[in-house]
Each structure stands twice: as C-alpha cells, then as structure tokens.
C-alpha cells in the first residue's frame, strides 16, 4: 500500500472519529432519483416574499402525480397561510385575510378540496379580532385556534376549540398572556402550544381540554421554544434555539418526561424549523443552507439514517426563490 493511500484512509478514521457517521450522513446530498424514498400523498406549504409583504400563497404537492397546484388561485383571499390537513384529508383549514375591505386582518377558513367549497368560519363568531393558527383535532369534528383582539391599549390573545362552522365550543385559556400555535394531543385531551408566561422568552405548555389545567412541558431560560406538533401519545417535535447566544432554530423531539433530543438531521450553522410528520420514518421541514434556492427551503429528512433530502428532488421547481414555510401532509 502506498503512502498516499494509507494517508488517505487515516484521514477518513479521523473524520469518522471526530464528527461520527451520523454527521456525515445527514450531511451528504442526494442527487439520485432512484435513491429518494417511496413518499406518496400530499403536501401543503405556503409561500411569500417577506411576511408583512401580504403575498403568501398556498402550493400543494402531488409526489404520485408529481404535479404542483397553485391553491391560491382558486380561492378569494389574501396572504393565506399556515394549511393544516384534516384526518381524511379532504379538507384543509388555514389563516388568511377574507379580501373584503382595506382592513388586513386574519380569519379562519375551510377549503374543501374535491368540492372546492371555501368557509370563513371565524368572521361572524369572533367579531372584530384576528383568527389564527388553526388545527384540526384527531376525529376531524374540531378545530383550535389562536385568537386576538385589541382591549384599550392591548392585545388580548387566547385559545379557543371550534366546530367546523365557527361556533366557539370552549375557549381554553382567558388571561393577559400570549398563547399561539396550538396542536392537539392524539387522544385529543390535550392541547400543546406556546407561550410567555412571564411575557419573556415562548415556551412549551399543554392544557387539558376538560379542566383547563395546564402543564409546562419544556421551558429553557433565554431560549425560544415554539411550534410544537404531536407526533405519538405523549410525544411532540418542537423548534427551539441552539442557545440564548445563538438564536439558529433547531428541530427536537420530546418523549414523556424524557429530556428533549436534538434531531440527527439539524444543522446548528443553519435553520431548522416548521416539523410536519410524514411516517415514523420521514418527515419534512423548512431550512436554511443546503444548497437552497430561497431563504427557506422544504426538505425530507430521515430520522433513521439523518438523511435530508431537498423537495425539489421529488418534484423539480417545488421549492420557489421567496420563504417556504408550514408544511402540512396527508396520504
């Protein structure tokens, strides 16, 4: 053996030692379309220029058909957002302004996608305040969301479970902090969600439905903790910071009372947020870095091999140049 080649493969014992074979696996980029995993179904994102751009529109992927739908251009609203499927997946629900007046303000709609019927479903319930961040319960019947209204000098914001009509059937929290982004547990007791008790930095609470009683479920001093999605009884992945120094988002997964482990497929150089299960297997996400072609990108990972694989592999063009975001899959 010659000196280059016994070199060479000392390097690579030393990259194996020092980084670990998950590392580089979950770095390593894929390119061959024999190679990408079986991944049928649907999927929702939306995507805008810059949030306060009100341009955000609704894209859903086809992987069998392999096509891409422009939603927004079915339906009569502006800057729709944040779709979340319903178990059977013929309908989704989402946030968006209901192109009515000069006022932007937020409401909560329901779009049929075989029928094509659009609800507003929050307008005429709630009144004068913004609707947002809606998810359907585990048998379909209900929604939660997160509702806002100006009280004198501020905003009041809490969560509320609805019917598929709007009609409020309990409203979950009544108090002067923040809660957003909730997500019904499995069993559909629990709602998981985000919050500033001390109006400082989000973390992670679950309320149950019946006694309103809540429950901290991951709070770290000077880290933002936010958008959780259940992913099994009593499991849920979450975005976080690195640090309180390093405000880069991070995907974790939390099982019980377990401590919250970081995924295999994170990057802590770059962004990794906006979880959306797809198996027990494979999920996607928004990030950053990777070769992207927009600020944030959608992209596959394997929580089995760290594997991430970009959207754009499965369907050429599915990731647009503006920020894609808020993914949402069904089978």
Same mark, same amino acid.
Not at 5 to 24: E, H, M, Q, R
Not at 123 to 145: A, H, L, Q
Not at 208 to 215: A, F, H, P, V
């Given at each position: 053996?010659?000196?280059r080649?016994?070199?060479?493969?000392?390097?690579?014992?030393?990259?194996?030692?020092?980084?670990?074979?998950?590392?580089?696996v979950?770095?390593?980029?894929?390119?061959?379309?024999?190679?990408?995993?079986?991944?049928?179904?649907?999927l929702?994102?939306?995507?805008?220029?810059?949030?306060?751009?009100?341009?955000?529109?609704?894209?859903?992927?086809?992987?069998?058909?392999?096509?891409?739908?422009?939603?927004?251009?079915?339906?009569?609203?502006?800057?729709?957002? =944040?779709?979340?499927?319903?178990?059977?997946?013929?309908?989704?629900?989402?946030?968006?302004?209901?192109?009515?007046?000069?006022?932007?303000?937020?409401?909560?709609?329901?779009?049929?996608?075989?029928?094509?019927?659009?609800?507003?479903?929050?307008?005429?319930?709630?009144?004068?305040?913004?609707?947002?961040?809606?998810?359907?319960?585990?048998?379909?019947?209900?929604?939660?969301?997160?509702?806002?209204?100006?009280?004198?000098?501020r905003?009041?914001?809490?969560?509320?479970?609805?019917?598929?009509?709007?009609?409020?059937?309990?409203?979950?929290?009544?108090?002067?902090?923040?809660?957003?982004?909730?997500?019904?547990?499995?069993?559909?007791?629990?709602?998981?969600?985000?919050?500033?008790?001390? =109006?400082?930095?989000?973390?992670?609470?679950?309320?149950?439905?019946?006694?309103?009683?809540?429950?901290?479920?991951?709070?770290?001093s000077?880290?933002?903790?936010?958008?959780?999605?259940?992913?099994?009884?009593?499991?849920?992945?979450?975005?976080?910071?690195?640090?309180?120094?390093?405000?880069?988002?991070?995907?974790?997964?939390?099982t019980?009372?377990?401590?919250?482990?970081?995924?295999?497929?994170?990057?802590?150089?770059?962004?990794?947020?906006?979880?959306?299960?797809?198996?027990?297997?494979?999920?996607?996400?928004?990030?950053?870095?990777?070769?992207?072609?927009?600020?944030?990108?959608?992209?596959?990972?394997?929580?089995?091999?760290?594997?991430?694989?970009?959207?754009?592999?499965?369907?050429?063009?599915?990731?647009?140049?503006?920020?894609?975001?808020?993914?949402?899959?069904?089978?």
């Open positions: 053996m010659n000196i080649k016994k070199c060479s493969i000392l390097f690579l014992l030393i990259v194996v030692a020092f980084f670990g074979t998950n590392n580089i979950s770095s390593t980029s894929t390119s061959s379309e024999a190679s990408l995993p079986d991944i049928k179904g649907k929702i994102f939306h995507t805008y220029s810059d949030y306060d751009s009100w341009d955000s529109e609704l894209k859903m992927i086809d992987f069998e058909t392999k096509t891409i739908t422009n939603i927004s251009e079915e339906l009569p609203v502006d800057h729709a957002m =944040n779709a979340h499927f319903s178990p059977d997946g013929k309908l989704i629900t989402f946030m968006a302004d209901d192109n009515t007046d000069d006022i932007r303000d937020w409401d909560v709609f329901t779009y049929n996608l075989e029928t094509k019927e659009l609800k507003n479903i929050t307008k005429y319930s709630f009144g004068e305040s913004r609707e947002e961040d809606p998810k359907f319960s585990p048998d379909g019947t209900k929604i939660v969301i997160k509702s806002s209204k100006w009280v004198v000098t905003m009041v914001t809490d969560l509320y479970e609805i019917d598929l009509e709007g009609n409020i059937i309990k409203r979950l929290t009544n108090d002067d902090i923040e809660e957003s982004m909730p997500y019904y547990s499995v069993d559909g007791n629990y709602v998981y969600y985000a919050s500033s008790i001390d =109006n400082s930095e989000s973390d992670i609470y679950r309320i149950n439905i019946n006694t309103l009683e809540k429950s901290v479920i991951s709070a770290i000077e880290v933002e903790e936010y958008y959780p999605i259940v992913i099994g009884p009593d499991k849920l992945v979450f975005t976080r910071w690195v640090s309180s120094t390093d405000n880069n988002d991070q995907l974790y997964m939390k019980g009372n377990e401590e919250p482990v970081s995924l295999i497929t994170n990057r802590i150089t770059e962004n990794n947020s906006d979880f959306c299960p797809i198996d027990d297997r494979y999920f996607c996400f928004s990030g950053t870095g990777r070769n992207g072609v927009g600020a944030y990108d959608i992209f596959i990972g394997d929580l089995k091999t760290g594997r991430v694989y970009s959207l754009d592999k499965f369907i050429p063009g599915a990731n647009t140049i503006h920020e894609d975001l808020g993914a949402t899959y069904s089978f």
